[in-house]
Nanobody, 126 residues
Framework: QLQLVESGGGLVQPGGSLRLSCVASGFTLDYYIIGWFRQAPGKDREGISCISRSGGLTNYADSVKGRFTISRDNGKNTVYLQMNSLKPEDTAIYYC???????????????????WGQGTQVTVSS
């Protein structure tokens, strides 16, 4: 059974850091482009970053560019999202998903995602 599981969320103060992990089971992650998405309370889910199958191409939303870094370790079947300089507006549930959209075409969009994780809550607050 194809499954993605996110972890690493939590409560952090503004300016702090977190590293999210997205672990795949039931399939080989390196066959897939992976996107990170987030959904804040009362808002639509939005794509914030993607990484190509090899990890050689990445893309970021303007809102996280320069603060977040996506990476992958195909040997561990895992994709990471390193989040630095966190702001209260980064508070959301964060999801990883496989996507059919190439990272050359910008950040991922939810309608082009196929397999989703259950999400992990990130709260940025003092």
């Amino acid at each position: 059974q194809l499954q993605l599981v996110e972890s690493g969320g939590g409560l952090v103060q503004p300016g702090g850091s977190l590293r999210l992990s997205c672990v795949a089971s039931g399939f080989t992650l390196d066959y897939y482009i992976i996107g990170w998405f987030r959904q804040a309370p009362g808002k639509d889910r939005e794509g914030i970053s993607c990484i190509s199958r090899s990890g050689g191409l990445t893309n970021y939303a303007d809102s996280v560019k320069g603060r977040f870094t996506i990476s992958r370790d195909n040997g561990k079947n895992t994709v990471y999202l390193q989040m630095n300089s966190l702001k209260p507006e980064d508070t959301a549930i964060y999801y990883c998903a496989t996507t059919i959209r190439s990272c050359r075409n910008g950040v991922p969009v939810p309608r082009e995602a196929e397999h989703w994780g259950q999400g992990t809550q990130v709260t940025v607050s003092s």
